[in-house]
């Protein structure tokens, strides 16, 4: 969508290889969310990050997960040592702006882990 | 601990049926539940419902949000093949910026 910009739109890698995924949201929501949908499964919340508040991490499923974000704008998701589980696809979102119609997800990263 | 339940997981019915979808949340600060449709990957917005907006329509959806049973149904009148997607619902609250969503429902209409 217009708001969330993400890459790379798809990947496939080999497993135990390291991925990064990038976030890049229109400049001015200082939230900003990773999701990932795997095959079969709902929505899965990864990482939550709010201004200068420390990230909720809650939600990535093992320490070979982690992110960042630089700047309060672009956000790099990066696996490492990626497993065949990690196949999904990682959405990035941030909250709906002035108008509720906005898009509020990223179009998405199809990571495919051989 | 915030959360959104939807129901059913998933339902399989034929083409010109009737279907309703269940979302029912318990959080604190609730500002809006929102109802987005996914198809292949990124999902697209349908309904935002609020404590003013409570009803919403849109060509064969509906909407309804009911504040005191805290839950929200989807309805899709006159089904087609092209509403077959994962229905999510989500709820928006008042501490920053937080959105929590349910599982989906998967929708499958049989021709």
């Known amino acids: 969508g217009a708001g969330v910009s993400q890459s790379p739109s798809n990947k496939v890698t080999e497993k135990g290889k390291d991925v990064e995924l990038r976030c890049d949201p229109i400049?001015?929501?200082?939230?900003l969310y990773w999701y990932r949908q795997s095959l079969g499964q709902g929505l899965e919340f990864l990482i939550y990050?709010?201004?200068?508040?420390?990230?909720?991490k809650s939600g990535l499923p093992s320490d070979r997960f982690s992110a960042e974000r630089t700047g309060g704008s672009v956000s790099t998701l990066t696996i490492q040592r990626t497993q065949q589980e990690d196949s999904a696809v990682y959405l990035c979102?941030?909250?709906?702006?002035?108008?509720?119609?906005?898009?509020?997800f990223g179009p998405g990263t199809r990571l495919t882990v051989l | 601990e915030d959360k959104v339940v939807q129901s059913p997981l998933s339902l399989v019915v034929h083409e010109g049926d009737t279907v309703t979808l269940n979302c029912s949340y318990e959080?604190?600060?609730?500002?809006?539940l929102l109802w987005y449709k996914q198809e292949k990957k990124a999902p697209t917005f349908l309904f935002m419902l609020?404590?003013?907006?409570i009803e919403k329509k849109s060509g064969r959806l509906s909407s309804i949000l009911d504040k005191k049973e805290l839950s929200s149904i989807l309805n899709i009148t006159a089904t087609q093949t092209g509403d077959s997607a994962i229905y999510l619902c989500?709820?928006?609250?008042?501490?920053?910026?937080?959105?929590?969503f349910g599982k989906g429902t998967r929708l499958h209409i049989l021709p």
């Open positions: 979102a941030i909250p709906r702006g002035a108008g509720y119609n906005e898009q509020f």
């Open positions: 400049s001015g929501h200082t939230a």
């Open positions: 990050f709010q201004g200068n508040s420390a990230p909720d």
């Open positions: 959080v604190t600060n609730f500002r809006s």
């Open positions: 609020t404590s003013s907006g």
């Open positions: 989500a709820v928006e609250t008042n501490r920053d910026d937080k959105i929590i």
